[in-house]
């Protein structure tokens, strides 16, 4: 069992940056991939960013990147999304996610989940 706990979500304007933070706890975090995703009101989640154990290889969705960073410590068994140059359609629940083994990108694939955290970016 893993247990995912987010923060650093508000409202910020447009442009503006806000760093989320997830803090793991239980087995091994090095034995886990981890993933961001959101979902916006009325919409389907979404996979946002993931990062593998090692923290070697990160990965994007075309929507985010080049504004996203995803990061991990894992002596503090925290990853990171820094996100800067918001837009309104980033505007969701944030959550993190675990899984045991490789990266992948789809929502089914993982097996633990955060309670999520809202981001609102306004115009």
């Known amino acids: 069992q893993v247990q995912l706990v987010e923060s650093g979500g508000g409202l910020v304007q447009a442009g503006g940056s806000l760093r989320l933070s997830c803090a793991a706890s239980?087995?091994?975090?090095?034995?886990?991939?981890m993933g961001w995703f959101r979902q916006a009101p009325g919409k389907e989640r979404e996979f946002v960013a993931a990062?593998?154990?090692?923290?070697?290889?990160?990965y994007y969705a075309d929507s985010v990147k080049g504004r996203f960073t995803v990061s991990r410590d894992n002596a503090k068994n925290t990853v990171y999304l820094q996100m800067n140059s918001l837009k309104p359609e980033d505007t969701a629940v944030y959550y993190c996610?675990?899984?045991?083994?490789?990266?992948?990108?789809?929502?089914?694939?993982?097996?633990?989940w955060g309670q999520g955290t809202q981001v609102t970016v306004s115009s």
């Open positions: 996610a675990a899984r045991s083994g490789i990266v992948l990108t789809s929502t089914v694939a993982y097996d633990y």
């Open positions: 239980g087995r091994a975090f090095t034995n886990y991939a």
């Open positions: 990062i593998n154990r090692s923290g070697g290889s990160t």
